[in-house]
């Protein structure tokens, strides 16, 4: 298990290292990477598609063991303004895709904020 502030041991960063709640946390991150990238790409929106490119960062930096607590902290504030910032900016012109990727982010949260408490508590 890494700390804080150092990558993970060798031979513990990857997939198969990861706990299933991590495993998780990872899926719903691409979930919501790839309808951020459709959307910037359909919409012409580049601060949606960089939100997605933000995600992928995210997700690959977590899967090789880079700063994986502080990484998990980050994506908490990261994700959850989403939520308003979607609502203000689409303004009542919702999609289907923006509704599944809100679902999508609330869910991330609540798994963001447990592995957080899991991994100050390991």
């Keep these: 298990m890494s700390t804080p502030t150092q990558q993970a041991p ?6 198969n290292s990861l706990s299933t709640l991590e495993q998780v946390v990872l899926i719903l ?26 995600f992928i960062g995210g997700m690959l930096l977590y899967t ?12 908490i504030p990261y994700t959850a303004v989403q939520i308003p910032l979607w609502y203000i900016a689409k303004a009542g012109n919702f999609t289907l895709v923006g509704y599944v990727d809100k ?9 963001l904020v447990a592995l957080v408490f899991r991994q100050r508590d390991a």
């Design 103 to 111: 679902i999508v982010q609330i869910v991330l949260v609540v798994a």
């Design 29 to 54: 991150l691409g979930i919501t990477a790839a309808t951020h990238l459709y959307a910037g790409v359909v919409e012409g929106a580049p601060p949606v598609l960089l939100a997605g490119f933000g």
């Design 10 to 15: 060798a031979g513990s960063s990857g997939i």
């Design 64 to 75: 090789r063991g880079v700063r994986r607590h502080g990484l998990a902290i980050a994506a």
